[in-house]
């Protein structure tokens, strides 16, 4: 992989590549799961640290055979085992459990188009399965076999523990081959059973860049095609991605490079606009995400209009019906019902009442270089263009603020407060001006 990150660490779906795996062996719900680990070790172990695993260190790596050794001795010998592969991260439940379900070994095959490196498996006359070779010890009769061996297999934990013990290490690698225990299992006159995976991407490994990259976009084909299942409408499903766990209600429809990552939530009738990004957020029924928008770490009401070009930042809650536009940035801000930012403003810090209107250029200076203060600004007030509400700070109901005032102390209830080159000053009774009824 060319990387100081372990492989099983890296990213696919937006998770370490063992999340994928760790996730599907406990969808089977076995009574333990171990996890056996070589290089990288700590690095591993600290990113799963709240797994439900046992960790087994191999600190030799001699082989598959001998990193089951170093597990097999905290397994009860009447536990049926099965075998998984940290980087080989798209295999189902469905295809596994055949192989849970089988009553003697077993082990997962798939016929390659071009099974170069691929251990091939061996059958005898009546198409039983007598032996694996892998394809550095391949005869050229012996290649020509299309039927590979996956790795992936099953047994009784005390059936591994006596072939194993007897599997030695003379080969073209000089391991201790896992697959070395179906030739003695037939020896021994056990049946071999072999479970055919139908689809060959998913029992595919990954060794480099361009293999993770492969196996991003079968996962992504199989997150659309369960979305397109649950009802959302994709625009164009080789255009979109999943990275974390995304539920939906009825009706969504979600534009092209949309990226959803973490855990999201979409209400019924939802819409995101192209090339937005959605993180750990919660969006409500009938809210429309447009173009270009960043929302992260947020919880959205219902009927909000967002963007385009909008940034929701963490700790950022719309109740409904709210207005985020253009170049508009929240963050840890509270919009309350009606609360509308139409452009060119950053909330940060902030309580915004019922109705607000924040005009263009406003900003809450909530930062004094060592600490962040707060903002609240009463229901119906007006932000006027270009003001600066200079926190700690508290402007009351139904207040306005004249364009481009710089307020530095709190503004009264029902006044209009101007802070210019003339200074502050709030103007009691002040009653805020009326549309024109004529038609311009």
């Known amino acids: 992989m060319r990387s100081s990150q372990p492989k099983v660490l890296q990213p696919l779906g937006g998770r370490p590549m063992l999340a994928h795996v760790l996730d599907t062996a406990q969808a089977l719900s076995p009574a333990a799961t171990h996890v056996v680990v070589g290089h990288g070790a700590d690095a591993v172990k600290a990113r799963f640290a709240e797994a439900p695993v046992h960790w087994v260190l191999q600190n030799e790596q001699r082989g598959t055979g001998h990193a089951v050794q170093q597990a097999l001795p905290g397994i009860p010998d009447d536990a049926r085992v099965l ?159 999943q990275r974390g766990r995304v539920s939906v209600g009825e009706d969504v429809v979600i534009d092209i490079n949309v990226i959803l990552e973490g855990d999201v939530e979409l209400g019924d009738g939802v819409e995101i606009g192209p090339n937005c990004v959605i993180r750990n957020a919660r969006i409500g029924d009938g809210t429309i995400v447009h173009a270009q928008t960043v929302i992260e770490d947020a919880e959205v009401g219902p009927s909000c209009q967002i963007g385009p070009f909008a940034r929701l930042r963490p700790g950022t809650v719309l109740v409904g019906d709210n207005r985020i536009g253009n170049f508009v940035e929240t963050k840890k801000a509270r919009l309350d019902q009606g609360a509308k930012a139409g452009h060119l403003a950053y909330l940060g810090d902030a309580s915004i009442g019922k109705r607000v209107n924040v005009s263009a250029g406003v900003i809450t200076c909530n930062y004094d270089g060592a600490n962040k203060h707060q903002t609240v600004v009463g229901d119906d007030a007006f932000l006027g263009t270009d003001s600066q509400l200079v926190a700690p700070v508290r402007i009351g109901e139904r207040a306005y603020i004249a364009a481009g005032s710089t307020i530095t102390r709190n503004a009264p209830d029902d006044a209009l407060t101007i802070c210019r080159a003339r200074g502050q000053k709030s103007i009691p009774g002040w009653r805020k001006p009326k549309k024109d009824p004529t038609p311009q």
């Open 83 to 241: 075998i998984l592969y940290g980087d080989v991260p798209l295999l189902t439940r469905q295809t596994l459990g055949a192989l849970v379900d089988a009553d003697g070994p077993a082990l997962l095959s798939v016929v390659l188009p071009d099974p170069s490196g691929y251990g091939r498996i061996l059958r005898d006359e009546d198409g039983a399965v007598s032996a694996i070779v892998e394809h550095k010890d391949a005869n050229p009769q012996q290649l020509s076999i299309d039927e590979t061996n996956t790795g992936v297999m099953a047994a009784r934990a005390s059936r591994l523990k006596d072939w194993l013990s007897r599997v030695n290490s003379d080969n073209a690698q000089g391991e201790v081959y896992l697959t070395d225990v179906v030739e003695l299992a037939v020896g021994d006159g056990r049946t071999v059973e072999v479970v055919q995976a139908s689809d060959p991407e998913e029992v595919a490994g990954v060794n480099d860049r361009a293999q993770l990259a492969a196996a991003e976009r079968v996962l992504q084909r199989r997150c659309a095609t369960a979305l397109l299942d649950a009802g959302v409408t994709l625009l164009d499903p080789a255009r979109f991605d």
